[in-house]
């Protein structure tokens, strides 16, 4: 059973720091990972998207990569800002459950400090 | 371009009374969901559809009812509200026709609702 898991749950950082986010997941037979973010009380927000196919995604300050020998992925945000701010979660769509399904981790709270 | 709308944002109910959640998207979509999210228990999935007409039961379908008569359109009821449904209710849609953002999941601002 694919299980994804996000450690550290929560995160504080000073402003300006480049900081990673883990994503780990158990069976590497994935079609693509996502990432997201999630402000209080919004929904979440699509960041980038990695194909099983892809190493990694890049958009402005967020690089986002993919390793599924090792099962792992990690978002790379550089010179952090108060405004990033928020949860940020991670989801996998497996093979095993369908093309339809999505598996979430339980999310990074992060907190940049200005 | 809207995305993905939930229609009420807030509602509070009393034990036993009805209602339905109304989400649509505008993007065409085949692939629609509906989520719920409570604190240390992540995202879990209610019910979801592969295309108009047809739904599917998730990991906790006990308790709600979904209709999926037009492609844009997935409705979630609950027949008799129970406090244990007090929750956070995302709607969610994507597409699988291949491209390089296929299977890319777009979510709804959310929907609170509160059984007293």
């Known amino acids: 059973k694919q299980e994804v898991t996000q450690i550290p749950a929560a995160l504080s950082v000073p402003e300006g720091e480049n900081l990673v986010l883990n994503c780990s997941f158990t069976?590497?037979?994935?079609?693509?990972l996502q990432w997201f973010r999630q402000d209080p009380g919004k929904g979440l927000t699509s960041l980038l998207l990695?194909?099983?196919?892809?190493r990694e995604q890049t958009s402005g300050r967020l690089n986002a990569s993919l390793d599924k020998s090792s099962g792992r992925s990690t978002l790379y945000i550089a010179a952090s800002q108060p405004g990033d701010s928020a949860t940020y979660l991670c989801a996998v769509r497996p093979f095993t459950s369908g093309t339809y399904k999505y598996i979430f981790g339980t999310g990074t709270r992060l907190k940049v400090l200005a | 371009n809207a995305g993905v709308t939930q229609t009420p944002k807030f509602r509070v109910l009393k034990t036993g009374q009805s209602m339905t959640l109304l989400c649509a998207q505008d993007?065409?979509?085949?692939?629609m969901y509906w989520y719920r999210q409570d604190p240390g228990m992540g995202l879990r999935l209610i019910h979801y559809?592969?295309?108009?007409?047809?739904?599917a039961k998730g990991e906790v379908p006990d308790g709600y009812n979904v209709s999926r008569l037009k492609k844009q359109n997935f409705l979630l009821g609950l027949e008799s509200a129970a406090p244990s449904q007090t929750s956070v209710y995302f709607c969610?849609?994507?597409?699988?026709?291949?491209?390089?953002?296929?299977?890319?999941?777009?979510f709804g601002e959310g929907s609170r609702l509160t059984v007293l």
């Open positions: 990695i194909q099983s196919s892809q």
């Open positions: 559809s592969v295309g108009e007409g047809t739904t």
């Open positions: 069976d590497s037979a994935i079609y693509n």
């Open positions: 969610a849609s994507s597409y699988l026709a291949g491209g390089p953002n296929t299977g890319e999941l777009f």
């Open positions: 993007m065409n979509h085949e692939y």
